[in-house]
């Protein structure tokens, strides 16, 4: 069904990448999240578990069920969480549009990098909110990759980063979904609802994360449509070579590179 293409395909080095990106951005994405002891809580689209360590080894005490549509994904989720020796977390196959749960079943709903693959984002949300008891809480973070920037500056760059846009366009999701957290989660219901930007800022004084971000999680993730880039013809061969050396060049030792997702806090 078209609501559940992954425009990054599901190779290793994607499992790599999303491992790297996680680990790079867990104290600018994740460290206000932390949830009380014996609070019962959703992850909901959990991939590969690439956040799923990080949400659990914040808030040992939660009991933690994350779904996820991939049968392919859960097991590889649920190896990270065992060789992680993590005993706080549940995995279910199910679809976000029709979760097997009852109403008020959770205490917290979290969703990172999720709504972006979908179609319909909003339903999601819709979708999940009954699942919340009252006074719950949601948390949903995005990208945008529009708030793309860099030095030294490059046409090819910024067309190479519009082709993700448009082939995750394409198969019926949004890369710049971050911008319009706040407008999607009022829509959907919720209240109390704060959105908080979170800028990557790499510079060489932050090795971490040029190697982190800049390489192995952004300029990697662009990288990785390269073939079907060239398959539509979106640029030439040259161009996008031309696109691809240039990020990389952001992250040398006079380069910068600056990304934003946002985050958003809400209450059913």
Known sequence: MAH??????YSARESERLSDQAQ????????????????????????????????????????????DISEESLKRAEEKIRQEGITNVTFRQGDIFRLPFEPGSFDHIFVCFVLEHLAEPQRALKQL?????????????????GSTFFHP???????????????????GGNALIGRELYPLVTGA???????????????ASRP????????????AMVE????EVLKQGLMSRDEWERGIAALYRTAEADGIFCYTFFKATARR
């Not at 559940?4 to 395909?9: E, P």
């Not at 909110?129 to 990759?145: A, C, F, N, S, W």
């Open 4 to 9: 559940h293409t992954y425009v990054h395909g």
């Open 24 to 67: 790079t951005l867990t104290n600018l994405l994740h460290d206000d999240t932390r949830y009380p002891t014996g609070s019962r809580v959703l992850e909901a689209g959990c991939g590969i578990g690439a956040q799923t360590v990080i949400l659990a080894k914040n808030s040992p005490g939660a009991l933690i069920t994350s779904v």
């Open 129 to 145: 909110r009954p699942l919340l008891k009252e006074g719950g809480t949601l948390t949903v973070i995005e990208g945008d990759h």
């Open 153 to 171: 500056e490059s046409e090819d760059a910024h067309r190479a980063v519009q082709c993700l846009v448009t082939l995750q366009q394409q198969i």
């Open 189 to 203: 219901g919720y209240t109390d609802v704060q959105v908080s930007p979170r800028m990557v800022y790499a510079d």
């Open 208 to 219: 971490a994360m040029v190697e982190g971000f800049t390489k192995l999680t952004f300029t």
């Open 224 to 227: 990785g449509v390269g073939p």
